[in-house]
Structure formats: C-alpha cells, structure tokens
C-alpha cells in the first residue's frame, strides 16, 4: 500500500473528473429545447462483473437511468432494474448544474407516463388541444 | 452493473480485511479531439473510487479544494471522512457480490477534487 498526498486536479490527463454523487445523481436533465425530463436516479456501468472475475479495463458510463423513485426515497429500497428508463450517453450534449440533452423529451422513453396523460386525458378536456391564448 | 450497485459496498483488502466502505465514484470525462464534430460529452471512465474508512454515505461536496463554508459543517465532515482516500481503479481486483476488493499493493491518492 502506498500513499500519495496531491489533490486531482479538475482537468486530470486533458479530462475533466468529475464525482457520481458530487455531479451526477440526482442532477436535473433538460432537453435540447431545455424543457426538463427527469432526474438521474442511477448510471449503467459497462465493464464491471460482479461475479468474482477481474477488472482488467476501466469501466465507462453507457448510459443514464430514470425512473419514478419518489417512493423508494421516502419508503427506501430500490427500484427493479426494470422499471427505470434508460437515456444512453451519447444522448448528453453538457454536464453542469443540469444535465444536458442532444435530442428532444418526446423522443425518450423516459417521458411516456406524460405524453400518455396529455393524449390520453388533457386532450379530452374541453380547450386542453391548444396553448392557452 | 449499475453505478448504487458499487456504493456504499464495504471493501476488503487482499487478505479479506474490510478497510472502509465506497463513498463515491470518480469519473474522468475524456476530452474529445479538437477535429471531432460530433459534439456531446465523451463518455466518462471509472478513475476510482473513493475509499472512507469509518463513514457510508456521502462527501457532500466537500472533498472539493476550494469549498470551506460553512465553516463548522466543512469541518465536521472532512473530520467524519478523516482517512478517506482515492483508490485507483487499475488496484481494485475485483468486485464480488457485496463487496469491493483490492489488490495486495494498492494506492491510497488524496481525495481532494481542484478545480
């Protein structure tokens, strides 16, 4: 075991570092159009098994996931793997003080649940087709 | 492997000694070459994880170098994660059901993120 005292720098080997919980979880995402998505409630990692077997390469982000997570938050436990939506990583245009996106909310999985309201409910309202005026 | 998967997981040395648990994890976003066009952010790489011997649970902000305020609550909670260290990926040996386990001879780097 060795010990190294120098703080990483925040451009690291012309990189940028950057830390899971400190500037991802829980981070706002936003569109192209800056209309917001979801949140970012867990990150798929490739190259990693958990099985025992090595980690001969570093692991890399593959994609962001969302989901409704309001009750495991309040209730705990963690949501099954299935009922988060996934947001690949070449979708993300910027990573600030939100997350941002490359393509537009309507093009995602993610927002189906609204998409399903507005067609399916908003729509039936009486002046729920257009913008109000 | 999902990212909550990795934290908060007690890690082991060599010997199977439990030595701290994952606190977070550090990523480096690859810059992209000046002539790609493609735009969007490259997709970041595990650089390590960050190893505290005492506390789960998050830095809160605070491994970063030029965050001091509020000055009581920096204070007391660099002193609950006194120890923490950043291991390099390449001396994790594996990850097991539960736990993260490291090589005989792994690297204790500061914590500490500049800007």
Do not use: K
């Not at chain 2, 097991?96 to 090589?103: C, F, M, T």
């Amino acid at each position: 075991m060795s010990t190294s005292e120098h703080p990483s720098t925040g451009t690291d080997r012309g990189g940028r570092l950057i830390d899971a919980r400190l500037h991802l979880l829980d981070r706002q995402i936003l569109d192209c159009d800056g209309v917001p998505v979801a949140t970012v409630d867990d990150i798929e990692l490739s190259g990693i098994e958990s099985d025992g077997g090595g980690t001969s390469s570093a692991p890399r982000i593959e994609a962001i996931l969302t989901g409704s997570t309001l009750m495991t938050r309040i209730f705990g436990g963690r949501l099954p793997r299935s009922r988060l939506h996934r947001i690949t990583w070449d979708d993300v245009a910027e990573i600030g003080i939100t997350l941002r996106l490359r393509v537009r909310s309507e093009s995602l999985d993610a927002t189906w649940p609204e998409r399903w309201v507005r067609d399916q409910i908003i729509s039936r309202i009486p002046g729920g087709r257009h913008a109000p005026d | 492997m999902l990212l909550t998967d990795l934290l908060d997981l007690p890690v082991h040395d060599h010997n199977g000694d439990r030595v701290g648990w994952v606190c977070d994890i550090r990523f480096r976003i690859p810059a992209r070459p000046a002539a790609s066009d493609s735009g969007g952010v490259a997709s970041p790489e595990v650089v390590g994880i960050l190893l505290s011997p005492r506390r789960r649970g998050s830095y809160l902000g605070f491994e970063r170098t030029d965050v001091h305020a509020p000055v009581l609550l920096a204070w007391w909670i660099r002193w609950r994660h006194r120890g923490t260290c950043l291991v390099p990926w390449s001396d994790v040996d594996h990850v097991e059901d539960g736990a993260v386990v490291l090589d005989a001879q792994y690297r204790r780097e500061s914590p500490l993120l500049s800007r």
